[in-house]
């Protein structure tokens, strides 16, 4: 984790999001605020039901009174997703530039896009982004296996462990 403040990341931000800059300068924040950077590696857990994850390992119960912190990504991607024992169902992506969760006033109700009933995960990378052949073993899967020395247990027929095989080209 690497203490910042905005006046170190500001050009970046404003590069990404230029709206979000805009409010932010705006506001003129205290320059002794503290700002965090959290650097995850691809395909490791930021949230699930009950925990926020730090990238050390760190772990933050959700309560009532925190969820998650609000979060702009600097760069990569995420995703969010439901899970179940069967399938893994990608709820929303963030890019570089997004801030979140993002909350919606509305004249009756408050509204995120981390639902408090649905039980959602939120991982660095996307993992349901289907990059492989599904049908066969194939002679570009057999070169990429032989290039990054990919395990015999990651299957490119098995959608589930295609970010598996992300996650070890990463690594």
Do not use: C
């Not at 506001?27 to 925990?51: A, C, F, H, M, S």
């Not at 408090?116 to 066969?136: F, R």
């Not at 296996?145 to 015999?152: A, F, G, L, V």
């Amino acid at each position: 984790m690497q203490e910042t403040s905005w006046n170190e990341i500001k050009a970046t931000v404003q590069q990404l999001n230029p709206e979000f800059y805009e409010a932010i300068e705006e506001v003129k924040p205290d320059p002794r605020l503290k700002l965090y950077i959290l650097e995850y590696e691809y395909g490791q857990k930021i949230t699930d039901e009950k925990n926020f994850y730090f990238p050390d390992g760190t772990i933050i119960a959700k309560t009532a009174q925190f969820s998650l912190p609000q979060m702009f990504l600097l760069e990569g991607m995420l995703e969010l997703y439901i899970e179940t024992n069967t399938s893994r169902v990608p709820w929303d992506l963030f890019k570089a530039g997004k801030v979140f969760p993002t909350i919606l006033y509305t004249e009756n109700s408050l509204q995120s896009n981390f639902s408090s009933n649905i039980n959602t995960k939120l991982a660095a990378g996307v993992h349901s982004a289907y990059m492989l052949q599904l049908h066969a073993f194939n002679e570009y899967y057999a070169h990429l296996k032989k290039s990054y020395r990919i395990p015999n247990e990651f299957k490119p027929t098995n959608p589930f462990d295609h970010h598996k095989i992300f996650n070890f080209i990463a690594k």
